[in-house]
C-alpha cells in the first residue's frame, strides 16, 4: 500500500470526524448495490445513515465518507464504491470495516440497543462491551 500524502491523511482525517459525528456504537448504516460487474466479481455500493435534521427524520449519503475513510475508489459512472470480491456480503464487509476502523478496540452497547453478537463480550453493570468494533454497527439493506 503507497503512503498517504499530507493532503490525503488530513481528508480522511476529516471524512473519520464526520462519521463519528454521525455515528454512534449500536447505529445502523443502510446499503444498497448500485451495479454488479458482468463477471460478478465486483460491485458498486452506497452506505447511508439515518439522521435527523431540524427535528424530521432523513437520510444522509455517507459513501464518499466510507470510502476516504477505508480507501476505496469511488465509482463514478455508477455511483458508489467500488467494491472487489464475491462470494460473501460486500455490503455487510464494508459496514464491518467501517466499524473495526471506527472502534479498533471495541466499545460499549446499551443493552437496549438489542444488538448482541455471541463474539466475546462482558458485562460491566448495564453496559455490554463489544471487543470486536465491526460489530458495532448494524447493516441494513435498502
Known sequence: ?????????????????????????????HTTVTHVSRSGMSR???LYVPTLDDGKPTIEDITYYVG????YKHDQKNG???????GMDMCFHLVYSL?????????PLDKTSGVRRNQALREDNRTTIERDGGYLLTKRDL
Open 99 to 107: 466499524g473495526r476502523t471506527m472502534w479498533p478496540e471495541g466499545g
Open 1 to 29: 500500500m503507497s503512503k498517504l500524502t499530507k493532503a490525503q491523511v488530513e481528508e480522511k482525517n476529516s471524512a473519520m470526524a464526520h462519521l463519528r459525528a454521525l455515528l454512534q456504537p449500536g447505529g445502523e448504516v
Open 68 to 71: 476516504k475513510v477505508l480507501g
Open 80 to 86: 458508489g464504491l467500488k467494491v472487489g470480491g464475491c
Open 44 to 46: 458498486s455500493i452506497k
